[in-house]
């Protein structure tokens, strides 16, 4: 069963910075889309942002210029470095292939408060 372990997630206070980090154990790692999701309280998944095979990086307008998603091919690790943070992105954060309904992990709890 593929899993992924998500870490680095903290209480920061609106500004400041975390850089999550997830690893996975899934298949073919370096020729999948890989994706950051999040969930607040009440509130539905949604995609934070992803990465291809290629590199190329995509991001939800609310993160767009703040967010930065990066993978290490050759250990199966997938990264979000998160700056200039507010308090409407306090939420569980999860990585997952993009676009898959199974294998989610624990998640990582991010609170932007002061």
């Known amino acids: 069963q593929v899993q992924f372990v998500e870490s680095g997630g903290n209480l920061v206070q609106p500004g400041g910075s975390l850089r999550l980090s997830c690893a996975t154990s899934?298949?073919?790692?370096?020729?999948?889309?890989m994706a950051w999701y999040r969930q607040a309280p009440g509130k539905q998944r949604e995609l934070v942002a992803d990465i291809t095979s290629g590199a190329t990086t995509n991001y939800a307008d609310s993160v767009k210029g703040r967010f930065s998603i990066s993978r290490d091919d050759a250990e199966n690790w997938v990264y979000l470095q998160m700056n200039s943070l507010k308090p409407e992105d306090t939420a569980v954060y999860y990585c997952n292939e993009k676009g898959s309904l199974s294998g989610w992990g624990q998640g990582t709890q991010v609170t932007v408060s002061s």
């Open positions: 899934i298949n073919f790692f370096s020729t999948r889309t």
